[in-house]
């Protein structure tokens, strides 16, 4: 029934193929009725070398360990794991009559299997169903991210699905002292129950997750990025402030915010072209009526500092240069039934899944964009936004939606991250609107989407970026202010913006971007001037007030930047979050585990945030050790709760300051300005 190679154990019994092998710091756990395996590189793991491993047969069951964790596999095939001390992290929810002899099975009527693989009528695919037992006392973070106020997972239920704003990636870090990964790119969901925790995929092949233990939050998080992979270095323009809005309409309005913002002696890393600067989707060009010299712009930006990004989207019209070449060469996404239009106008989608269809789609950047000096891509459109995520509905290169469409944004951010480093770039970022696993080692930087304007968003935000940073993607930012529904007249605004800022500011990218109102008239009624402009959205375009609170911002984050540097430095090496809970840092102290409004920037600042609206003092919890406050520059003995100020200047921000031991180079306590006022 068992067999063994070199790192796995193999089982075969009925219509069921089981394969546990030992992959970098864990386990690669697949099974399928099909007759073999998909190919290594289905799902988004990377090849990994393993240490010592050790395999075992004992009374019918085989024992496999690697590095901190023991699978264990009955001998009906259920499986169960173990840390090395022998406590029990995580076994299969497994409820029927045994047809083997062993004590070792719970008796029940109920027949319900730990994987069922359901036939999807006349196909090669399943619906697959994947359960385990429940913990009634475990935490479970990470999982990507979802608009909602919860950092803390457990007792949700999470569609398995990409959506504007919404990123699935589904790995998981667990209180209990495991991290799992959901290495399948179908739709579905996952139910982290009181009773069970159940994952399912719509339409699938296989069981395909990774499975590894650690001491601490750390430990596990580097051995899933051993995995999956790490950011490139964060460039130097990423450290500092970015200004957007949607949108710029011509040349000569970005330039003279660009100039403005020289003649104010204020930093600007980076500005943004936003979309529908093209005269068609799919042109993937400026419309020269409104941008008539793109290489002078780029380059008197350039000589300010200042770098430009400009937005692309994966959408080509029927009108477009490129829409027959896509349409032949099978570039496009196709539909099941009717048209393949996308979210806005006569338009389909590009198949980043397909060759033909990344080589055309970067071919056209290459020469329209990067030859006339741009570095620097906002992917927009990256879940992709279709007409109504009808997921049934779309196949791709690679296969229908519904099976490997998760996988969509970290095909997007790969065909720009490959053309970008066959040019020769290295250091590559690229803004983008969604994100699966893998998506960070291409360069992902992920913003969260087209939320809308309130405090209620904002706190939601938090939980987002530090549950995405948890799911491996460190680089995440989001729109300051939000995107929908902030008028600048408005006073309720003011504040959420000023709020907002300061939360920007320690976010591992400090991005203003939104749709503002009152909203401009469209500049024409072709190309790139048929779209509407939101307000101004400028620090300055909020009155003296609010210019004076984000100008102070900004030049904090100019001090700040030799730690954020360091901070980067470290999400490159060892996929550490920039931005994480309290736990990553302090996972002995049992509080920090339910803290889910404060959080850490790298190890040694703590930033406590005001997500409500008049709010001018709050409730901070402090971690063991002592800490300086940033504004006030009181000093606090952790372990305990204190009511601190936060006027409307000021964010509640605390920095360590007992000595301690740091062997990884990285600047800390001497890079923080304390004594920034």
Not at 650 to 674: E, H, Y
């Amino acid at each position: 029934m068992f067999s063994k190679t070199t790192n796995a154990v193999e089982r075969r019994f009925d219509k069921e193929l089981l394969r546990v092998e030992a992959w970098g710091k864990g386990f690669r756990v697949r099974a399928t009725e099909r007759s073999e395996f998909l190919p290594d590189d289905f799902g988004t793991l990377l090849p990994a070398a393993s240490g010592r491993v050790s395999i075992n047969f004992k009374e019918g069951e085989a024992f496999i360990t690697n590095h901190k964790i023991t699978c264990r596999i009955l001998e009906n095939g259920e499986l169960k794991f173990y840390k090395n001390n022998g406590e029990i992290l995580l076994e299969e929810y497994n409820r029927t009559r045994n047809m083997f002899v062993s004590s070792n099975h719970f008796e029940s009527a109920l027949e319900i299997l730990s994987r069922t693989f359901e036939p999807v009528p006349a196909a090669d695919n399943y619906k697959l169903t994947v359960r385990f037992e429940a913990n009634d006392q475990e935490k479970i973070f990470g999982m990507g991210q979802y608009q909602q106020p919860f950092l803390d997972m457990k007792g949700c239920i999470l569609e398995l699905a990409q959506r504007n704003s919404q990123s699935s990636v589904p790995f998981m870090m667990s209180s209990r002292g495991y991290g799992m990964l959901w290495n399948n790119p179908a739709i579905g969901h996952v139910t982290f129950g009181k009773n069970l925790t159940e994952w399912v995929a719509e339409s699938t092949k296989q069981m395909d997750y990774w499975i590894t233990a650690g001491d601490s939050p750390a430990e596990i998080e580097e051995a899933y990025q051993e995995v999956t992979g790490t950011v490139p270095m964060m460039p130097e323009y990423g450290l500092g402030f970015w200004q957007c809005k949607l949108r710029y309409q011509t040349q000569d309005e970005i330039l003279e915010v660009a100039r403005r913002y020289k003649r104010e002696n204020i930093p600007l890393d980076v500005i943004v072209v936003d979309y529908f600067h093209w005269p068609h989707e799919g042109d993937w060009t400026f419309d020269e009526a409104y941008w008539p010299d793109p290489a002078a712009m780029v380059r008197e930006l350039k000589n300010m500092g200042i770098t430009l990004m400009v937005s692309i989207w994966p959408t080509v019209e029927t009108g477009s240069v490129n829409y027959q070449k896509m349409l032949e060469e099978g570039g496009l996404v196709r539909t099941e039934y009717g048209k393949r239009t996308a979210v806005l106008g006569n338009a389909c989608v590009v198949d980043v899944t397909s060759p033909a269809g990344q080589r055309i789609m970067w071919d056209t950047i290459k020469k329209n964009y990067y030859e006339k000096g741009i570095r620097l891509f906002w992917l927009d459109e990256a879940e992709p936004e279709l007409t109504g995520y009808e997921y049934p509905h779309y196949r791709y290169y690679a296969g229908p939606d519904v099976e490997i469409g998760n996988m969509f944004p970290r095909e997007y951010a790969r065909m720009a991250y490959e053309g970008m480093q066959k040019e020769g770039q290295q250091n590559i970022v690229n803004l983008i609107r969604c994100a699966w696993a893998g998506s960070q080692r291409y360069g992902a930087l992920v913003w969260s989407g087209d939320i809308d304007s309130s405090f209620k968003s904002l706190r939601n935000q938090l939980r987002a970026g530090l549950n995405m940073g948890i799911a491996g993607i460190p680089w995440w930012t989001t729109d300051i202010g939000g995107f929908h529904g902030g008028n600048i007249y408005s006073d309720d605004f003011k504040e959420l913006l000023i709020r907002w800022f300061q939360f920007g500011c320690f976010c591992p990218v400090m991005r203003l971007h939104g749709f503002r109102a009152p909203f401009k008239e469209p500049l024409g009624t072709t190309g790139g001037g048929k779209q509407p402009s939101g307000a101004e959205n400028e620090i300055w375009s909020y009155g003296q007030q609010v210019f004076d609170i984000c100008k102070k911002y900004i030049f904090l984050r100019e001090q700040l930047r030799p730690y954020i540097r360091g901070l980067m430095q470290q999400a490159h090496e060892k996929g550490t979050p920039v931005i994480r809970p309290l736990f990553y840092d302090f996972p002995e102290q049992a509080e920090a585990w339910n803290i889910d409004d404060e959080y850490m920037f790298g190890s040694e600042v703590l930033v406590a945030p005001v997500l409500y609206e008049n709010l001018r003092e709050r409730e901070v919890w402090l971690p063991a050790g002592t800490w300086t406050d940033l504004n006030t520059k009181t000093v606090y003995e952790g372990n305990q709760s204190y009511t601190v100020p936060a006027p409307l200047d000021a964010i509640p921000v605390f920095i360590r300051t007992q000595k301690r031991s740091d062997t990884s180079g990285i600047p800390l306590r001497s890079s923080i300005p304390l004594d920034f006022s």
